[in-house]
């Protein structure tokens, strides 16, 4: 558990109001590992000793919300917009919507695909940033079929914006079912890239930088969290497994195709 102010786990705890926990340790009824308490003091109840009149506060537990959203087209990944466009935020019922709720890395607006969203920060962090190695997945449409040597820039780094990107894993996937193939289909291809890290349009500017622009892209999985059959627009809540998983304590049991997956 991550440090917090004093007042605040005294609150969660139920001993008193925020306001009513700064009295506490005010009149000097608070302390912490067997010293006298001070203000914003900043605690971690799973390691220091904080008691009030002498009893030791056992603060309630944190209840996180974890959300695995299936992201359509026309949505921003961001809690408000200043353009007025719709938000991910507006997909998710407000019963189910914490204050802190918020989506961990970004699809841009075109983009479809899973997308985490949660108010446990460390959590997020684990999942957004790339030393981390948590890496996500996606199918890709491009335009013409990339040769090897554009395959080679796509796997070893592609720079953008002065760096280049880091390590992509790509192969090529047999396009899906069709009632009729449309008329230019064949001068398409279909990819599988996982990568660690969420530039802003990463994928769209790797393939558009070695000549074959993005016609469709989707995210399939989040590290070990996949669900092929969450339908898009259509949320729910992580497992307990897939939880452990994001936090690398275990492996992520597969989740089958299913026909409905209710909001």
């Known amino acids: 558990m991550t440090a917090e102010r004093l007042q605040k786990l ?21 302390t912490v590992n067997g010293a006298p308490a001070e203000l914003g003091q900043k605690v971690d109840a799973a390691r220091d000793a904080v008691k009030v009149d002498g009893r030791r506060v056992a603060p309630a537990p944190v209840r996180h919300r974890y959300l695995l959203l299936n ?15 719709p938000t991910v935020l507006d997909l998710i019922a407000p019963r189910h919507r914490p204050k802190a709720l918020a989506p961990v890395g970004r699809l841009d607006f075109n983009t479809e695909g899973l997308l985490l969203l949660t108010d446990d920060g460390d959590l ?27 395959l080679d820039r796509l796997r070893g780094g592609v720079e953008i914006d002065g760096r280049p990107t880091g390590p ?13 193939a449309a008329r230019g289909e064949a001068a398409n291809s279909w990819w599988s890239v996982e990568i660690g890290e969420g530039r802003t349009r990463q994928i769209r500017e790797m393939f558009r930088r070695v000549g074959h622009p993005v016609l469709k892209l989707r995210r399939v999985a989040i590290g070990p969290v996949s669900d092929p059959g ?34």
């Open 230 to 263: 969450l339908p898009l627009g259509a949320y729910r809540e992580l497992t307990a497994a897939e939880i452990a998983a994001l936090r690398g304590e275990a492996p992520a049991a597969p989740r089958r195709r299913r026909r409905k997956a209710a909001k």
């Open 168 to 180: 992509a894993r790509v192969r090529a996937l047999r396009p899906p079912r069709a009632r009729k």
């Open 71 to 85: 992201k359509p087209r026309g949505y921003v990944t961001t809690r408000s917009d200043p353009e007025g466009r």
């Open 124 to 150: 997020a962090h684990r999942v957004a940033h790339p030393r981390f190695g948590c890496q996500k997945t996606y199918r890709v449409k491009v335009k013409g079929r990339p040769q090897p040597g554009a």
């Open 10 to 30: 005294l609150a969660r705890a139920g001993v008193a109001s925020r306001r009513g926990a700064e009295d506490l340790i005010r009149a000097g009824r608070v």
